[in-house]
């Protein structure tokens, strides 16, 4: 019998996006593999139900026949804590992402269902695992929806205009943050016409925004870290970027955040003083918010003004571009799949794969990830 993949309704509120699109169900059913999709779990992100059992797969009326049906379950989010006892399967594997320093509880409770979960977003930086990095390819959603919810909240032009009456000069826009999210909002902002800063705390990134026709801001604080992120920074080179930056917060027009620290709360950058140097009207939009934001006043999915500034914390930015995000985060599960599972249709032990090892999370019982593992005992 062939190994059966599920692929739910997303069961996170509001959430548009699906793990599978049809074009990767119809490439996996080829392969010899068996796809069933819950009813509905494309149509949020406009692929019909239709367009999966004309791919092969096959359909399921709910989510209790999916799990009973499939071995392996693929979806963006991990399930509730509620809900993972729902998932409990002898061999059942999940895979998604889980970011399991924000959401304890649900890993505590899969690994108490016995469940084998690969966590999408513990997979390592090196060349293999690239076209698997879920991470880059929801951020490159993340920063282009960032720039585009920036020019749609300010009440100005961003490129220049010259006109009859008057030339209209291009606003000034600011990114904090250089990675794979805050690169796209730069370009994106630029394609807009705005003028673009942008501010790193690693100096490698200045090439790669100087690339994009924006002008780097080089501060004095290096803080490159392992596998291309960046690392947290020490109090004292807070508060010297923070006096630095503020200058340049102060005379932006619109200001894009999307720092991260893998696994830890999003840096503070933009302070509530920095905001209130701002000009009326001008814009700040948090792509950090949903781990906590870059943005002293910025509260997680509301929208709030202070002194005629505008200030957001969208937190599913790649949600809302839905279809596309879908496309590129089934890319990656495809790719993943490619090693999970073998020639001999079945699963791969982790052991036997870097990329494997370093993304099992939980298998039947067992915490796996040490990190994960002392948060939960220091808890």
Known sequence: MPLRIGVPKEPAAGERRVALVPETAARLAKSGLEVHVERGAGARAFFPDTAYTEA????ASDRAELFAKTDLVVQLGPPTPEDAESYEKPGGVLVSLVYPGRNLESVRAMNAAGITVYAMDLMPRISRAQAMDVLSSQATAAGYRAALLAAELSPRFLPMLTTAFGTIRPAKALVCGAGVAGLMAIATLRRLGAMVE???????AAEQVQSLGAKFLALPVEASGSGGYARELTDAEREKQRALL?????AADAVVTTANVPGKKAPLIVTRDMVGRMRPAAVVVDAA????????????GS?????????????NLPGELAHHSSYMYSK?????LKILIGSDGRIVAAEKDEIL???LLCREGSLKHGPTRQLLEAR
């Open 198 to 204: 942008a501010y790193d705390v690693r100096s490698a």
């Open 332 to 336: 990656n599960i495809e790719a993943f």
């Open 56 to 59: 092969g797969a096959l359909l």
């Open 357 to 359: 090892d370093a993304t």
């Open 289 to 300: 918010a949903e781990s906590g934001g870059n943005c002293e006043l910025t509260k997680p």
């Open 303 to 315: 929208r709030v003004e202070e002194n005629g500034v505008v200030i957001v914390g969208p937190t």
């Open 246 to 250: 503020g200058s340049a917060v102060a």
